[in-house]
Nanobody
Framework: QVQLVESGGGLVQAGGSLRLSCAAS????????VSWFRQAPGKERECVAA????????YYADSVKGRFTISRDNAKNTVYLQMNSLKPEDTAVYYC???????????????????WGQGTQVTVSS
């Protein structure tokens, strides 16, 4: 059973930073694509960052480019999302996700991942 557990969310002022972590149990992240999605109230879930299974390719939504960075620590079996220069519009529940088959393509659609974390709330005040 694959379980993903996010942490690191919270309340921060605009312009501040947060680092989200996603720890996996039951399986390694190594060899699998990983993604971070977010969902704000009344909006669809959107991918903000994704990493290919090799780690060589990364995707960022236009709204977060230059501010967010996705990374992975294989030794700790943990994926991170470093978020800088946060804006009130970044307020959402953030989810990490991964696929069920190794060497899958990078996952940027919300229908693609198989496994999801429970989400962590990020609130940015103005």
């Amino acid at each position: 059973q694959v379980q993903l557990v996010e942490s690191g969310g919270g309340l921060v002022q605009a312009g501040g930073s947060l680092r989200l972590s996603c720890a996996a149990s039951g399986r390694t992240f190594n060899g699998y694509p990983v993604s971070w999605f977010r969902q704000a109230p009344g909006k669809e879930r959107e991918c903000v960052a994704a990493m290919s299974w090799t780690g060589a390719n990364r995707y960022y939504a236009d709204s977060v480019k230059g501010r967010f960075t996705i990374s992975r620590d294989n030794a700790k079996n943990t994926v991170y999302l470093q978020m800088n220069s946060l804006k009130p519009e970044d307020t959402a529940v953030y989810y990490c996700s991964t696929g069920s088959r190794p060497y899958e393509s990078m996952q940027v659609r919300s229908t693609s991942p198989t496994y999801w974390g429970q989400g962590t709330q990020v609130t940015v005040s103005s």
